[in-house]
């Protein structure tokens, strides 16, 4: 019987099957950005103040870099399978759990089930694909990494009205947490059991790195530690830290903000949600392409310009229309900054620590995620019950962020190839 020789083998046969893989997972994890569907329900059974009832999605983004954190580290000596089936099962397990959530001094029930338990899951399969990916894509950087994180923007789209139709359908709000996480446990152990990295010596026929141009590379490639002595690496985790603060404080009130504001029902408000996770998603696919063609710093500016624009408007945003579009771009603006980063981080530092050292910007989104929704609805409530004074401090903040684009250089500079062996690991 004839055996092919390696040279006969295609070299980057099967890397689209991952992206599919990729995306089935994301998918499942991007369930979190339909937690505005919960706001008013959890609200009405237990009777939690907006404050409280936003805790167990604030904590559960804040404990993502854990995840994050561990996962990227072990992701590099171990590769991807693990780490994604072992996050899956605490993500799973935890929104599981938070269906015996019963009364209303059960909150700290939630918080540690969905949040805590389910958040460190999420983040350690979160950064598994985008370390994965950018090693098998090295000549679409952008691009895949932004497919790669596009799933997560549209889970929100079949979750949101499907989590809508069992609230619905039941006096016991909590219980709805039980088939959703079974079907997220299923998806992601489903995906996350072809994740693999490339073979040693891998590269793409014909590929060279950019020396030039705008989207470029530097040459040199950093372990976690040294890429923590770099002024890049702080300066990067602030824009994303900034984006997802601006972002995520839209995220965790999108539900409510569209009746109150707009002045439609739950179910419109509901339906808006799952519609805006498309844009969402979207972002993280266009912006990722565009950082290839304008630049990475380039993207982040006009990303958070249109954030302050549309944050200046929203709070007098009185028709629907008007309020859905502006939303949108928010949505466009915040995806778009987990599609570029990745690749931005694989640029300056390099693709075989990308577990690493993605994995800690990842905190990034932790206290973004803490921070956007915390502002947003700790000024509603101190304002009476209005989106002007929070919304606008938004704007401000990403005006402000605007200083941060341009001081950020590579670290290298970008006077040659990298070598083609440069991914490791298993």
Not at 225 to 242: F, P, S
Not at 251 to 277: E, M, N
Not at 283 to 312: E, H, K, P, T, Y
Not at 332 to 349: E, H, I, K, V
Request: hydrophobic residues 50%; glycine residues 14%.
């Amino acid at each position: 019987m004839a055996h092919s020789s390696p040279q006969s083998v295609k070299p980057t046969g099967g890397r689209w099957g991952l992206v599919v893989a990729a995306v089935l997972v994301q998918l499942a994890l991007g369930a979190v950005y339909a937690w505005s569907v919960f706001n008013q329900p959890l609200q009405e059974q237990f009777g939690w103040s907006k404050t409280q009832v936003v805790l167990p999605f604030t904590v559960a983004i804040g404990t993502i870099f854990i995840g994050s954190l561990i996962g990227g580290r072990i992701q590099d000596r171990r590769g991807p399978r693990p780490v994604a089936l072992g996050g899956g099962l605490l993500y799973g397990i935890g929104n599981i759990l938070a269906s015996l959530t019963s009364s209303s001094d059960q909150l700290w029930l939630l918080i540690v089930t969905y949040g805590v338990v389910g958040g460190i899951g999420l983040g350690a399969v979160y950064i598994t694909p985008i370390a994965m990916l950018s090693k098998w894509f090295p000549d679409r950087r952008g691009l895949i990494t932004g497919i790669a994180v596009a799933g997560f923007g549209f889970g929100a789209v079949i979750v949101a009205p499907v989590a809508k139709a069992l609230l619905s359908g039941t006096a016991d709000k909590p219980s709805v947490f039980l088939p959703l996480g079974i079907a997220y446990l299923i998806a992601i152990l489903l995906g996350a059991s072809v994740f693999r990295n490339p073979p040693q010596g891998y590269h793409v026929p014909g590929f060279t790195p950019k020396t030039s141009g705008r989207a470029v590379a530097g040459t040199r490639v950093y372990t976690l530690g040294e890429a923590l002595r770099t002024r890049q690496w702080y300066l990067l985790t602030a824009i994303l830290t900034l984006n997802v603060t601006c972002g995520i404080a839209l995220i965790s009130q999108a539900a409510d903000a569209a009746q109150t504001i707009a002045g439609v029902s739950a179910a419109t408000a509901a339906t808006l949600v799952g519609i805006l996770g498309l844009f969402n998603g979207a972002g993280r696919v266009a912006w990722a392409w565009l950082s290839d063609r304008i630049g990475r710093m380039s993207a982040f500016i006009g990303m958070l310009v249109l954030q302050a624009i549309c944050f200046f408007i929203l709070p007098h945003a009185g028709a629907f229309a008007v309020f859905a579009v502006l939303a949108a771009v928010v949505y466009l603006s915040y995806g778009g900054g987990f599609g570029t980063m990745p690749a931005t981080a694989a640029d300056y530092f390099g693709t075989p620590n990308a577990g690493a050292v993605y994995g800690a910007m990842i905190v990034a989104w932790s206290i973004g995620g803490v921070v956007g929704p915390l502002i947003t609805s700790g000024l509603f409530e101190a304002s009476g019950d209005s989106y002007t004074l929070p919304f606008t401090v938004i704007a401000i903040i990403a005006l402000v962020a605007l200083v941060l684009p341009p001081i950020t250089k590579l670290p290298t500079a970008p006077s040659g190839p990298r070598p083609h062996n440069e991914v490791t690991g298993p």
